[in-house]
């Protein structure tokens, strides 16, 4: 009698379960929604290179392309091509006026890079929040416990939009193999050596002087 009276129970319960109402919604945790989203954009450039060496006109033609991409931290530079060993060096040397530095191996691109040439790649990386902001759904009434709908567009836009590499939001970045515990107590050191910024402060007295 127990055991039937508990089933009765369940499919009571069961019954007023509420029908159509979405279950596990990402936006009913703690965790926004709202994140951001790191996209990626090749340029190619091809420049004649035989034997390994461009010319003069194709290194200043390179010099302009970079000027006009207004080449930045964050870009990544590939050289590739069957020459691109040799023309590694002239290619760094030109990156570096820029204060850049070349990095190993080459995404994959549109087309077969030219004979005698070498193709120079610069990946663009940017960090961005798509749909924000975003207030598409009324705060209340909430009888499901979502979040709002602008809920962390804020702080990831800054977020963004501050990075100074968007791949560091992807991978994030590798500590050095070698760790100086100084750099990182410097701060703390300088902040304990400075007196009291009100040590500083005249003596005022409200009391006019004879």
């Known amino acids: 009698m127990v055991r ?35 996209s990626s954009t090749n340029f190619v450039f091809d ?35 069957g020459y691109a060993p040799g023309a590694r060096n002239q290619v760094a040397a030109l990156a570096g006026r820029y204060g850049m530095l070349l990095s190993a191996g080459a995404p994959i691109t549109a087309g077969m890079v030219p004979a005698g040439s070498v193709r120079v790649v610069v990946a663009r990386r940017r960090a961005s929040v798509p749909g924000c902001p975003n207030w598409s759904r009324a705060s209340e009434p909430d009888f499901a416990n979502r979040q709002l709908s602008n809920f962390g567009c804020a702080t990831n836009s800054n977020l963004a939009a501050e990075i100074a590499d968007p791949e560091d939001l992807v991978h994030g970045r590798e500590g050095l193999a070698t760790v100086d515990p100084m750099t990182s107590s410097k701060a703390v050191n300088l902040y304990r050596s400075q007196p009291p910024s009100g040590t500083s402060l005249q003596q005022v007295s409200s009391k006019g002087g004879n």
């Open 4 to 38: 039937k009276s508990a089933l009765l129970l369940l499919a009571t319960l069961g019954a007023c379960a509420p029908v159509g109402r979405p279950a596990d919604l990402a936006d009913q945790g703690v965790e926004t929604v709202n994140i951001p989203v790191v």
């Open 47 to 81: 420049a004649a290179a035989p034997g390994g060496t461009m010319g003069p006109a194709d290194v200043a033609r390179l010099d302009g392309w970079f000027q006009g991409l207004g080449l930045t931290y964050g870009d990544s530079i590939y050289v590739d091509g």
